[in-house]
């Protein structure tokens, strides 16, 4: 499984954006798909999940605001993340992650990163 993330930019404060994270490869085992983000200096963090019924939990800095989804139509297993009321804390490296199963292990492929800056 492989993850191309895409969508990042500079936006500002208050303003809507949005993510996109096309998984390729063996998309059918893909199981819950995440995005993380990590600010300069600090650990990176969850901020939303959506498993392969199309669950979704949030971050509490984010729920309310940002949205999580999954187009599984296509051959690309596309995810998005649609972030609302954007905040200068939102400013961070933006990661997607999908768990699958592989041989009977639960495992993790991540995408490459898009920068989102938030201007005041």
Same mark, same amino acid.
């Given at each position: 499984?492989? +993850? ?14 949005? +993510? ?8 059918? $085992? $893909? ?18 999940? $959506? ?10 800095? &984010? ?10 139509? %296509?051959?690309? %297993?596309? +995810?998005?993340?649609?972030? %609302? %009321? +954007? ?13 699958? $199963? ?15 800056? &938030?201007?005041?």
């Amino acid at each position: 499984v492989q +993850l191309q993330a895409s969508g990042g930019g500079l936006v500002q404060a208050g303003g809507s954006h949005r +993510l996109s994270c096309a998984a390729t490869g063996s998309v059918s $085992i $893909i199981d819950a798909m995440h995005w993380f983000r990590q600010a300069p200096g600090k650990q990176r963090e969850l901020v939303a999940t $959506i498993t392969d019924l199309g669950d979704t939990t949030y971050s509490d800095s &984010v729920r309310g605001r940002f949205a999580i989804s999954r187009n599984k139509d %296509n051959a690309k %297993n596309t +995810l998005y993340l649609l972030m %609302n %009321n +954007l905040k200068t804390e939102d400013t961070a490296v933006y990661y997607c992650n999908a768990d699958y $199963i592989e041989h009977g292990q639960l495992r993790g492929s991540w995408g490459q990163g898009t920068q989102v800056t &938030v201007s005041s």
